[in-house]
T-cell receptor
Framework: NAGVMQNPRHLVRRRGQEARLRCSPM?????VYWYRQLPEEGLKFMVY????????ESGMPKERFSAEFPKEGPSILRIQQVVRGDSAAYFC?????????????FGEGSWLTVV | DAKTTQPNSMESNEEEPVHLPCNHS???????IHWYRQLPSQGPEYVIH?????VNNRMASLAIAEDRKSSTLILHRATLRDAAVYYC????????????WGLGTSLAVNP
């Protein structure tokens, strides 16, 4: 049973370019979460999605960031016009249900570097 | 702000037990306590979670205080592969899994 799959693992973008990060949840999981980890900091919640629905995007920056989880295919976190401050590790996680008693499983992360 | 507090770092010797403390005096009665660990350049790895009763799994044990103001993650025999940052996190019910992560405890394991 494959875990949460993220790609690319490492991505380098120049300022002003777009970054697209993909996440395939674990088999049977319909809840996807994106977290961001800045250097020397803890993870910060960004967004929670179910298929074709954004449930909670309270942690997403208001501009340049968007997320989707289409009916078919992986979840995508899109960052437009990247700036140096977007350099971070972006982690996707998934769970079979949303109640707090069950486990969230994380992927290996996508490490974005903006030069 | 994180609802949990942990020591910044701890050190252990290989093959010895490790007790990693966590204070969570402000969590509510329905907040689960989750523990994850993270190795450098990797994603967080689930370790264990619980609500009120002590929990055991193949990786570790979780001892939760009766008043739920604190808990302890127990690694029964530390190995070099257990060197990681350990995060204790509260997971409030109905919060859309917006886990609030602190800086965790960096565990060093000496050979």
């Amino acid at each position: 049973n494959a875990g949460v799959m993220q790609n690319p693992r490492h991505l380098v973008r120049r300022r002003g370019q777009e970054a697209r990060l993909r996440c395939s949840p674990m088999k049977g999981h319909s809840h996807v979460y994106w977290y961001r980890q800045l250097p020397e900091e803890g993870l910060k919640f960004m967004v929670y999605l179910q298929k074709e629905n954004i449930i909670d995007e309270s942690g997403m920056p208001k501009e340049r960031f968007s997320a989707e989880f289409p009916k078919e295919g992986p979840s995508i976190l899109r960052i437009q016009q990247v700036v140096r401050g977007d350099s971070a590790a972006y982690f996707c996680a998934s769970s079979p249900r949303t109640d707090s008693g069950n486990t969230i499983y994380f992927g290996e992360g996508s490490w974005l570097t903006v030069v | 702000d994180a609802k949990t507090t942990q020591p910044n770092s701890m050190e252990s010797n290989e093959e010895e037990p490790v007790h990693l403390p966590c204070n969570h005096s402000t969590i509510s009665g329905t907040d689960y306590i989750h523990w994850y660990r993270q190795l450098p350049s990797q994603g967080p790895e689930y370790v264990i979670h619980g609500l009120t009763s002590n929990v055991n799994n193949r990786m570790a044990s979780l001892a939760i205080a009766e008043d739920r103001k604190s808990s302890t993650l127990i690694l029964h025999r530390a190995t070099l592969r257990d060197a990681a940052v350990y995060y204790c996190i509260s997971d409030p019910a109905g919060n859309n899994r917006k886990l609030i992560w602190g800086l965790g405890t960096s565990l060093a394991v000496n050979p």
